[in-house]
């Protein structure tokens, strides 16, 4: 009988991902020489210079990074992809259940009534398409096509409702860096509103609980220069442009947002990107953790000024 736990078998001939628990503290390569006897030292160091070697979700490429007991590390069965042919996306980790990315700004998520072939969802569909025909990608959930940051895709329907249905309960971290106006006072806090979308597909937010979805958005400054500030986000629910119309609600609305209240565009896109998403791999149960870096230019808004 097959453990429930374990992730579903692959048809025969096909390489599987190997997961090993880590129980004492060490380093990478010791601890990779231990656990593979098949493979030598320059078998090990192809696989970290591939990117097959992750530690709890999230790829390491040094040979003695530190390991501590409860970690999960992961040896990927195939290399990580090469992907500088997709313009508007990077893939940072995929396997047989999902794919997660770090979409560019002005990149859909999926498709519209005007806008059907450049998404991610298209770019990824054609991408697992070429080693099966047959294969499919689903969404798990979006970003504003002028958001930049991590997103995931299901690569079944079954994943696809799995991470869905229990998405509240198994992501453990959602946090976005935003661009905002001016300096929020105080310099950290806890919005809450009720969030609701009219049929102009305008998210208006109210006090009063009748009136739509509870939504909760925690922030702090990271810096403030210039007139602008660079927050972090951390957020309780996952509403449609949740951060956005919670950054208008306290006056400080984020960069090139004019749909909701902003007056300035210092760095020519919306100043919202989603940094962090950490969760709970949905047929695993391993903790999964990527992160896309600030881009550049919302840091040099807030640069000071050289005199």
């Known amino acids: 009988m097959e453990n429930p736990n374990q992730p579903p078998r692959r048809p025969r001939g096909q390489r599987t991902d190997v997961t090993l628990s880590v129980s004492e503290t060490t380093e990478l390569m010791a601890f990779l020489i231990a656990h593979l006897p098949h493979k030598n030292r320059n078998n090990i160091k192809s696989l970290l210079s591939n990117k097959q070697i992750l530690v709890d979700g999230k790829v390491f490429t040094q040979f003695n990074h530190p390991l501590k007991p409860g970690q999960i590390v992961t040896v990927a069965a195939n290399r990580a992809p090469q992907t500088s042919q997709y313009r508007g996306l990077t893939i940072l980790y995929e396997d047989q259940n999902l794919i997660v990315i ?13 806008e059907r072939d450049r998404t991610a969802y298209g770019i990824l569909s054609d991408y697992v398409k070429k080693e099966d025909p047959k294969n499919k990608i689903f969404i798990i959930h979006r970003l504003d096509r002028e ?6 895709f ?18 453990k971290e959602r ?5 905002v106006e001016g300096v929020p006072n105080p310099e950290q806090g806890r919005i809450t509103s009720y969030l609701r979308e009219s049929k102009a597909l305008i998210v208006y937010s109210s006090q009063n609980p009748d ?6 958005t925690n922030y702090k400054v990271l810096k403030a220069n210039n007139g602008y500030s660079l927050l972090e986000l951390e957020l309780e629910t996952g509403r449609k442009n ?4 919670h950054m208008q609600d306290i006056g400080h609305s984020v960069v090139g947002d ?20 950490a969760f709970e791999h949905p047929i695993t149960g391993q ?9 550049k230019l919302f840091l040099s808004a807030v640069k000071e000024q050289a005199d």
Do not use: C
């Open 287 to 295: 903790a999964m953790h990527f992160n896309a870096p600030v881009p």
């Open 242 to 245: 949740q951060i956005r119309v």
């Open 175 to 179: 946090t976005y860096v935003a661009l």
């Open 211 to 216: 009136t739509g979805q509870l939504s909760i």
């Open 258 to 277: 004019a749909k909701y209240g902003a007056s300035t565009d210092p760095i020519g896109r919306l100043g919202l990107h989603a940094e962090v998403l």
């Open 147 to 152: 958001t930049s940051g991590v997103m995931m």
């Open 102 to 114: 770090n979409k560019q700004a002005g990149l859909l998520s999926m498709a519209t009534n005007k």
């Open 154 to 171: 299901a690569r079944s329907e079954r994943v696809q409702k799995l991470m869905q249905e229990s998405w509240n309960a198994t992501t």
